[in-house]
């Protein structure tokens, strides 16, 4: 683009620096050329006016204020709340919040309480000791607990509720009694919304439990670990027992394994309860049934099941040396069951059909008579401790202290048989009748023996036996039929252990 025509094409270098000194700008925002005292110049530039309207440095502005308001709030609320908790932990701690907990659970449980060292926190509240006591007619008699540990809900700081997820504790001891004669009765089940102590769980690891008749110990189960869920999927209370020592009054020492109850309304259901054997782990007896503690006229039914259980579990230790083994439930109709009265005369009955364990077997030993059979059936030891893996069952009663023995039914094929019954009494007596058999080709012709036994049967010639004396040292009536026997004529004297010899002789033990 061309030059204006006013101005040349081309300047100088002289021409260039005079027009760089020539006269300022006419335009005022340019600035003013003034000389300095010192002679330099300089361009004076007028000062421009700031805009009185920022939006951003506002906005800024406004964000602060609302940040310190936020925060003064947030304190604010925060020592509100402090002062809140900590009036309320204070309240907690009081005398009269603890008379308001031990009333909110006289009303959870209808019993008497003592609550001790009672201390709480804003998660958890604590006591020493815990003391219920329910009055009579009611199946609870009293509860203790120590150690006691309570997961609260925030709500439970407002006095009318103690409600949270779990209570433990270290130690605790139920015990049950039987009403005594003439007395109602009492049942105290109620609405969940009428309960104003809640929790999901309650839990120990060391649990005690007694039930007595008229002060009088029936049962005992402890150092068991314990829990109780107040609600489960099925919507009622469950107790689940794990491990314990078990004493029955009259029964053989046993130790439970574990055991699921429900509580359904004023019945007991008992899902199942497992126990073993005081020195074995490998075989367990299992009860199950409902129970109604409130109802004394209605009978109670447990059915039983045997696994690989052994005898004296059941029968004890001292009938049980004379017949030992391991046995299993079988169906039956009339039995299998733990019956049993909720009143102070229970009259617990047991009935249990049994087989021998098909990888075990059941053996006899103790009975004078063995010891003869074996000596006339030319020394033949098996028949000392005789046993049965195959073919062996019978009915174990137990019932007002006596043990018996019913419908046995012992083979050993080709070698003996045993049938009939025993029972055992409180102080140990025995009594019964059994039916011995013998296979007629074992007996020599010119035995005695063969003129004890009667007509073959079933591929066995039997004996009649009586049975008595006690479990430590039972007794039979074989010498008596051995005595009686008529003598077989024989070509020459016997010698002094066979055939001639007396009962005493062949049974001396060697």
């Known amino acids: 683009m061309s030059a204006a025509p006013s101005e040349p094409e081309k300047y100088s270098i002289d021409e260039m620096m005079d027009r760089l000194k020539g006269s300022p700008s006419e335009n005022p925002e340019d600035g003013e050329l003034v000389t300095r005292s010192d002679g330099s110049q300089a361009i004076r ?32 609320l925060v020592f509100v709340a402090a002062l809140a908790v900590g009036g309320a932990v204070i309240y907690a701690n009081s005398s009269p919040f603890r008379e308001g907990i031990v009333g909110m659970i006289h009303q959870s449980t209808g019993a008497k309480a003592e609550l001790k060292m009672f201390r709480m926190n804003p998660k958890t509240a604590n006591a020493g000791n815990l003391a219920l006591e329910w009055p009579a007619g009611h199946l609870f008699q009293s509860f203790t607990c120590r150690g006691i540990n309570a997961e609260v809900f925030p709500t439970s700081f407002l006095g009318k509720s103690l409600n949270g997820e779990e209570v433990t504790f270290e130690e605790g001891t139920l015990s049950l009694q039987i009403p005594n004669p003439g007395e109602a009765p009492l049942a105290t089940a109620k609405a969940e919304s009428a309960i104003p102590i809640q929790f999901k769980r309650y839990r120990t690891s060391n649990f005690n439990i007694a039930l007595t008749n008229q002060g009088s110990p029936i049962l005992k189960l402890y150092k068991s670990e314990a829990s109780l869920s107040s609600q489960t999927v099925a919507g009622l209370p469950q107790m689940r027992l794990y491990r314990g020592d078990l004493a029955v009054t009259g029964w053989p020492n046993l130790r439970m394994n574990r055991a699921l109850v429900d509580f359904r309304g004023s019945e007991i259901d008992v899902v199942g309860l497992t126990v073993h054997h005081p020195t074995d782990d490998r075989g367990s007896l299992e009860l199950s049934g409902t129970i109604s503690p409130y109802k004394p006229d209605q009978v109670s039914n447990l059915v039983v099941g045997l696994d690989s259980f052994l005898v004296s579990g059941i029968a004890g230790p001292q009938l049980g040396r004379l017949i030992s083994g391991r046995i299993d439930s079988v169906s039956s109709a009339k039995s299998n069951y733990l019956s049993f009265l909720p009143t102070a005369n229970a009259s617990p009955t047991l009935d249990i059909a049994f087989s021998v364990t098909p990888t075990a077997n059941i053996e006899l030993q103790g009975f004078p008579f063995l010891i003869g059979i074996a000596r006339l059936l030319d020394e033949d030891d098996w028949f000392e401790k005789p046993f049965f893996d195959s073919d062996a069952t019978g009915v174990i009663h137990r019932e007002k202290g006596v043990i018996s023995f019913r419908d046995l039914n012992f083979v050993s094929k080709g070698r003996m048989a045993i049938q009939g019954e025993i029972a055992m009494t409180p102080n140990m007596e025995l009594s019964g009748n059994l039916q011995v058999g013998v296979p007629d080709a074992m007996i020599p012709k010119t035995s005695r023996l063969k003129s004890m036994v009667g007509p073959p049967k079933d591929g066995f010639r039997w004996i009649a036996l009586k049975i008595g004396g006690s479990a430590v040292s039972p007794t039979d009536n074989f010498k008596d ?19 001639g010899s007396t009962f005493e002789e062949l049974t001396r033990p060697r």
């Open 45 to 76: 530039v007028r000062k421009r006016k700031r805009r009185s309207n920022q939006p951003h440095k506002d906005q800024t502005e406004r964000t602060r204020r609302a940040r310190i308001i936020q925060v003064s709030a947030a304190l604010i």
């Open 481 to 499: 039929l051995y005595t009686e026997a008529a003598a077989v004529k024989e070509p020459s004297p016997a010698p002094a252990d066979t055939e």
